[in-house]
């Protein structure tokens, strides 16, 4: 098998692993806030904070939604709660009801983007790519630092809906960020690699995976380069 060919091989293989690696939320931290503990509101929310330590440290997840549900009746303008609420939900594979806690996150907290990351993963494995795209794309709007998972989710539906071009450039644009830290441009360059062979573009995808090595030598694009020798 001739370089160029085993490249793509390896690129259609790692594709149709990279799915499995989607569907991993974001939690939202829900302690930290500050609160006026002498105030009806900030005694509610404090009890609230409570319930939903208690369910993080759980990694029972009935135990953990009965916490957060605790949490959110106590306190129902608790975002973090709702949003990991619906973390709780996805694990149990209760998609529609994790859908809706997120949907209530993002309304409590229009400035946070990890609810709307989480809702992108939620329409994601329920195959609405196109509703997918949309909350991908707006969590990455919206983030004052960068998602990376939303860049890669968001390049990936693109990719499914053949979409590949528009996929690396959602991806370079993550890779030329000038906020982009080495791992997260490490982590694009794979991705990228993985679509630029997709399309026949072989020496950009090579040079995509060694820039990626160069960057973060335990990056599983090292898979590519020991495949390639």
Known sequence: MNQRRLIASLAIALLAGCTLLLHTGCTAPTSGAAINSS???GILLRRAMERAERAGRTRDPIRAEALYREA???YP???AAWNNLGLTLMEQ????EADEAFALASDLAASDPRPLYNRGIVNDRLGRLEDALRD?????AGSPRLLLWSYINHADCLARLDRREEAIASLTR???HPRARPHDI?????HRGMYLAKVGRFDEATADFARALDLQPTNFAAWYQ???A
């Open 39 to 41: 105030e009806p509101d």
């Open 72 to 74: 959110t009746n106590i």
């Open 77 to 79: 303008g608790f975002a």
């Open 93 to 96: 594979d209760r998609w529609s």
């Open 136 to 140: 991908y794309a707006a969590a990455i």
């Open 174 to 176: 993550l890779i030329d």
């Open 186 to 190: 490490a982590t694009s360059l794979a």
């Open 226 to 228: 020991r495949g390639v």
